[in-house]
């Protein structure tokens, strides 16, 4: 199909610059927001951008922050308020009506607030009061397993280290967080395969690396900051390929801020040579073409092999049976195409594999990433400068909080650290992750619900049914610093308590504190804000969890948790007793500016896995899985009637079998919409669907024309066979333009999380399939909502 440039200008440049202005004067904090931006991700008494978790150069720069950095910093640096007398003015169930734009831009949550039923408002609180609360329910449960605690990527390592503490002194391993929605096959699969769930690669190999296979990323819009080391790796002589269903006119070229001439003479670099518009869901695909193609030309480095990996036979018998054929039809990329690649990867001395969250949130998502880790190996990949495994992840910290403890199935070497250090057990059993949670919450096997920040219930699939579960529970907990949709949903008793952002100081009775962060490569950093708090009754997430743990545990704890809130060195020696990796943690992160990095075993060639050796894997599922999905799928339409595989042949339907993905937008960053620009993709609104105009003219229809979304319940989920699901509908959405593959369309998340549902997922890392659902798609009046034939 035709390319279609939606957007004809570089990335970043003067748009960036004024979208970004424009944004600081819409949070009305251009002075707190500027003062901020000069202090992001600096060496010295600055902190870490919570927009993304690329990681800092080495190198100094006087401003180092992008236009989507700034957009998290204009809303957390705001003024305005949501205290007392905004809830005084908006009772809960008027905000359940408001956007989520509206929501953001109500102001920085200022005081502790609970729910009052006879007035439907939230009201204010003591601490003291809020916290005698908490100790009452959670003391009153059957079981702690009873109690659910969400945790998002926004809290940093030492506040983190205390709270998968608290909760396991109390009893439970229920422990889920934004990683097991995001990159949960990264952690479990390189985990399996390489021994550490985390990237090989640091910062530096980008500038050696010869190849890099880019997959199922938007870095324009997601991690701007990768831009710049795209550009300087191509401008070094390496080749850069975008595998990705979409065309993001945002890869095309990049202006960089940084350099003066640059702006001032409208110049760009270069940042992808090629996109291989992939079809959705055809990753696995396409990498067994590749290694098919390289195992049967013997251009894999089999001494690497030899020496290193475990597992290689039983894959290439699995691979010289996949028929091209099937290749083809999986990927939607012709043979011959898939061979020019190959023979890239057989060339190239180094070679990088990076991906965002395009590659995970498929039921084959495990797949996706163990076959990429399978092509690094072939190629002996892993473990040289220039090369190896980039998962790019999308919070600042979630990695960090995984590290720290944060994860509802524990390694055993955690617990009995734990056990060693504090003198008192923990518990063994895996909890709940956030697709078992969510299941056990609307199942009403939960009484208490605590989220340290986060937007739970946005952010999961079945979006409505977890709202409506969180209005059975007893207790709901809510940590932030803004207000949300999941907050609004209240049960028999709501908190809300305010805690300090990023860019704020942390003062106690010891003096300023400073926390730390993992970023998507291993280092870690210090981060320290600088701002006078925008209430004087915030107080630090350490400081709430410690007093939390004081009144529910009371005198059964020797643990000393206040200790540990008002001096974060505690905290930390704490954890180089308890995390591996962390020896000496005070003085390795106050020995240089920028941190230091976690030992990673795999990047030195040691594989901390069952076999010794790095781990081949065989996918799971059929390569053809979502052509099959698409060709064998018979759905209800809205009016009742059947439409099967038959439909694709009718030259001018009216509906018709696709495969949908979600999309964030310029505007957003994960479930918090700044505004209605998407810049590169050219719409101010998010009721939109997503088509190639090819596909729209070859159905009869036309921009601008009203469609709905239809979804069946699904019959083949990955590991649930007793789904009750219903038909889902979504809509009516507004047909735009994009360069998106055949049989595709997109949608904006998280308005389309309610046709996603708990039952399908990955079957080992459980991740939510935001990336891949069959739907049906039906034009309708946009004024009576009935059908429209063409």
């Given at each position: 199909?035709?390319?279609?440039?939606?957007y004809?200008?570089p990335?970043?440049?003067?748009?960036?610059?004024?979208?970004?202005?424009?944004k600081?004067?819409?949070?009305?904090?251009?002075?707190?927001?500027s003062?901020?931006?000069?202090?992001?991700?600096?060496?010295?008494?600055?902190?870490?951008?919570?927009?993304?978790?690329?990681?800092?150069?080495?190198?100094?720069?006087?401003?180092?922050?992008?236009?989507?950095?700034?957009?998290?910093?204009?809303?957390?640096?705001?003024?305005?308020?949501?205290?007392?007398?905004?809830?005084?003015?908006?009772?809960?169930?008027?905000?359940?009506?408001?956007?989520?734009?509206?929501?953001?831009?109500?102001?920085?949550?200022?005081?502790?607030?609970a729910?009052?039923?006879?007035?439907?408002?939230?009201?204010?609180?003591?601490?003291e009061?809020a916290?005698?609360?908490?100790?009452?329910?959670?003391?009153?449960?059957?079981?702690?397993?009873?109690?659910?605690?969400?945790?998002?990527?926004r809290?940093?390592?030492?506040?983190?280290?205390?709270?998968?503490?608290?909760?396991?002194?109390?009893?439970?391993?229920?422990?889920?967080?934004?990683?097991?929605?995001?990159?949960?096959?990264?952690?479990?699969?390189?985990?399996?395969?390489l021994?550490?769930?985390?990237?090989?690669?640091?910062?530096?190999?980008?500038?050696?690396?010869?190849?890099i296979?880019?997959?199922?990323?938007?870095?324009?819009?997601?991690?701007?900051?990768?831009?710049?080391?795209?550009?300087?790796?191509?401008?070094?002589?390496?080749?850069?390929?975008?595998?990705?269903?979409?065309?993001?006119?945002?890869?095309?070229?990049?202006?960089?801020?940084?350099?003066?001439?640059?702006?001032?003479?409208?110049?760009?670099?270069n940042?992808?040579?090629?996109?291989?518009?992939i079809?959705?869901?055809?990753?696995?695909?396409?990498?067994?073409?590749?290694a098919?193609?390289?195992?049967e030309?013997?251009?894999?480095?089999?001494d690497?092999?030899?020496?290193?990996?475990?597992?290689?036979?039983?894959?290439?018998?699995?691979?010289?049976?996949q028929?091209w054929?099937d290749?083809?039809?999986?990927?939607?990329?012709?043979?011959?195409?898939?061979?020019?690649?190959?023979?890239?990867?057989?060339?190239?001395?180094?070679?990088?594999?990076?991906w965002?969250?395009?590659i995970?949130?498929?039921?084959?998502?495990?797949d996706?990433?163990?076959?990429?880790?399978?092509?690094?190996?072939?190629?002996?990949?892993?473990?040289?400068?220039g090369?190896?495994?980039?998962?790019?992840?999308?919070?600042?910290?979630?990695?960090?909080d995984?590290?720290?403890?944060?994860?509802?199935?524990p390694?055993?070497s955690?617990?009995?650290?734990?056990?060693?250090?504090?003198?008192?057990?923990?518990?063994?059993?895996?909890?709940f992750?956030?697709?078992?949670?969510?299941?056990?919450?609307?199942?009403?096997?939960?009484?208490?619900?605590?989220?340290?920040?986060?937007?739970?219930?946005?952010?999961?699939?079945?979006?409505?049914?977890?709202?409506?579960?969180?209005?059975?529970?007893?207790?709901?907990?809510?940590?932030?610093?803004k207000?949300?949709?999941?907050?609004?949903?209240?049960?028999?008793?709501?908190?809300?308590?305010?805690?300090?952002?990023?860019?704020?100081?942390?003062?106690?009775?010891?003096?300023?504190?400073?926390a730390t962060?993992?970023?998507?490569?291993?280092?870690?950093?210090?981060?320290?804000?600088?701002?006078?708090?925008?209430?004087?009754?915030?107080?630090s997430?350490?400081q709430?969890?410690?007093?939390?743990?004081?009144?529910?545990?009371?005198?059964?704890?020797?643990?000393?948790?206040?200790?540990?809130?008002?001096?974060?060195?505690?905290?930390?020696?704490?954890?180089?007793?308890?995390?591996?990796?962390?020896?000496?943690?005070?003085?390795?992160?106050?020995?240089?500016?920028?941190?230091?990095?976690?030992?990673?075993?795999?990047r030195?060639?040691?594989w901390?896995?069952?076999?010794?050796?790095?781990?081949?894997?065989?996918?799971?599922?059929?390569?053809?899985?979502?052509?099959?999905?698409?060709?064998?799928?018979?759905?209800?339409?809205?009016?009742?009637?059947?439409?099967?595989?038959?439909?694709?042949?009718d030259?001018?339907?009216?509906?018709?079998?696709?495969?949908?993905?979600?999309?964030?937008?310029?505007?957003?960053?994960?479930?918090?919409?700044?505004?209605?620009?998407?810049?590169?993709?050219?719409t101010?609104?998010?009721?939109?669907?997503?088509?190639?105009?090819?596909?729209?003219?070859?159905l009869?229809?036309?921009?601008g024309d009203?469609?709905?979304?239809?979804?069946?319940?699904?019959?083949?989920?990955?590991?649930d066979?007793?789904?009750?699901?219903?038909?889902?509908?979504?809509?009516?959405?507004?047909?735009?333009?994009?360069?998106?593959?055949?049989?595709?369309?997109?949608?904006?998340?998280?308005?389309?999380?309610?046709?996603?549902?708990?039952?399908?997922?990955?079957?080992?890392?459980?991740?939510?399939?935001y990336?891949?659902?069959?739907?049906?798609?039906?034009?309708?009046?946009?004024?009576?909502?009935?059908?429209?034939?063409?």
């Amino acid at each position: 199909m035709r390319k279609i440039p939606v957007y004809s200008h570089p990335a970043a440049g003067w748009p960036a610059l004024i979208s970004s202005t424009r944004k600081l004067m819409d949070y009305k904090a251009f002075l707190r927001g500027s003062v901020s931006v000069l202090k992001s991700n600096q060496p010295k008494g600055g902190f870490d951008c919570p927009g993304c978790a690329w990681p800092d150069h080495k190198s100094h720069k006087s401003i180092d922050v992008c236009e989507n950095g700034i957009k998290v910093i204009a809303s957390e640096t705001m003024t305005t308020k949501a205290d007392a007398q905004f809830f005084a003015r908006h009772t809960v169930s008027e905000l359940q009506g408001w956007s989520g734009y509206e929501l953001e831009h109500s102001g920085r949550l200022s005081e502790p607030l609970a729910y009052d039923a006879t007035q439907d408002r939230y009201v204010p609180i003591s601490w003291e009061a809020a916290y005698r609360r908490i100790a009452e329910q959670l003391q009153q449960l059957d079981t702690p397993d009873e109690a659910l605690f969400y945790t998002s990527g926004r809290v940093t390592n030492e506040p983190a280290f205390m709270y998968q503490l608290f909760v396991r002194c109390f009893g439970t391993n229920n422990l889920p967080d934004c990683s097991n929605m995001c990159h949960e096959p990264t952690s479990v699969v390189l985990g399996r395969q390489l021994g550490v769930g985390k990237a090989t690669v640091m910062l530096e190999d980008f500038e050696q690396a010869k190849l890099i296979l880019m997959f199922g990323q938007n870095p324009a819009t997601n991690h701007p900051r990768m831009l710049e080391m795209l550009a300087h790796a191509q401008s070094q002589g390496c080749r850069i390929i975008s595998i990705n269903p979409m065309r993001e006119q945002g890869l095309t070229a990049f202006r960089n801020p940084q350099k003066p001439t640059h702006m001032a003479a409208g110049q760009s670099d270069n940042v992808v040579n090629e996109v291989i518009q992939i079809q959705i869901g055809g990753d696995t695909a396409l990498l067994t073409g590749l290694a098919k193609w390289l195992i049967e030309n013997d251009k894999i480095d089999n001494d690497f092999i030899a020496t290193h990996t475990s597992g290689f036979e039983p894959l290439k018998q699995w691979l010289i049976e996949q028929s091209w054929t099937d290749i083809e039809q999986g990927s939607g990329i012709a043979q011959a195409d898939i061979v020019e690649i190959a023979k890239l990867v057989a060339e190239s001395p180094a070679t990088i594999c990076t991906w965002g969250m395009g590659i995970t949130q498929h039921v084959q998502g495990d797949d996706n990433v163990a076959m990429i880790t399978n092509l690094l190996l072939l190629m002996g990949m892993i473990g040289i400068d220039g090369a190896g495994a980039s998962p790019v992840r999308g919070h600042s910290n979630v990695q960090g909080d995984r590290t720290m403890g944060i994860h509802e199935r524990p390694a055993q070497s955690l617990l009995d650290n734990l056990e060693r250090v504090f003198e008192r057990p923990m518990p063994q059993e895996d909890g709940f992750d956030v697709v078992s949670g969510a299941k056990a919450l609307i199942a009403g096997k939960l009484k208490v619900f605590m989220a340290m920040g986060g937007n739970y219930a946005v952010a999961a699939p079945d979006t409505s049914a977890i709202q409506q579960a969180l209005t059975t529970t007893q207790l709901n907990i809510f940590v932030g610093t803004k207000l949300n949709e999941t907050m609004l949903y209240p049960g028999a008793n709501n908190l809300i308590l305010p805690c300090l952002g990023r860019t704020e100081r942390t003062v106690t009775a010891k003096g300023e504190q400073f926390a730390t962060i993992e970023d998507s490569m291993c280092q870690i950093v210090p981060t320290q804000g600088s701002l006078k708090p925008v209430s004087d009754r915030l107080k630090s997430e350490a400081q709430i969890v410690a007093d939390i743990a004081t009144h529910v545990l009371a005198a059964e704890s020797s643990i000393p948790w206040q200790a540990m809130s008002e001096d974060f060195d505690v905290i930390r020696d704490y954890i180089a007793q308890a995390i591996d990796g962390f020896e000496d943690f005070n003085e390795r992160i106050r020995a240089t500016e920028r941190g230091f990095h976690l030992y990673h075993p795999a990047r030195h060639r040691v594989w901390n896995t069952d076999s010794g050796k790095a781990q081949f894997e065989v996918p799971q599922y059929p390569i053809t899985y979502v052509a099959a999905q698409m060709a064998n799928m018979t759905l209800n339409t809205r009016d009742g009637t059947k439409q099967n595989d038959q439909i694709k042949s009718d030259p001018n339907p009216h509906q018709k079998v696709w495969q949908l993905t979600s999309v964030r937008s310029h505007d957003q960053f994960n479930t918090m919409i700044f505004g209605y620009q998407d810049r590169y993709r050219q719409t101010d609104r998010r009721d939109v669907l997503f088509m190639h105009p090819d596909e729209m003219s070859r159905l009869g229809w036309q921009k601008g024309d009203s469609v709905m979304v239809s979804r069946q319940a699904s019959t083949n989920s990955a590991n649930d066979t007793d789904s009750t699901e219903q038909p889902r509908t979504l809509g009516p959405l507004i047909l735009t333009e994009m360069d998106i593959a055949s049989n595709a369309v997109a949608a904006y998340y998280p308005e389309c999380n309610d046709l996603f549902d708990l039952d399908t997922h990955a079957p080992d890392s459980h991740i939510p399939a935001y990336k891949s659902t069959t739907v049906v798609l039906e034009r309708v009046d946009a004024n009576t909502g009935m059908a429209d034939p063409a």
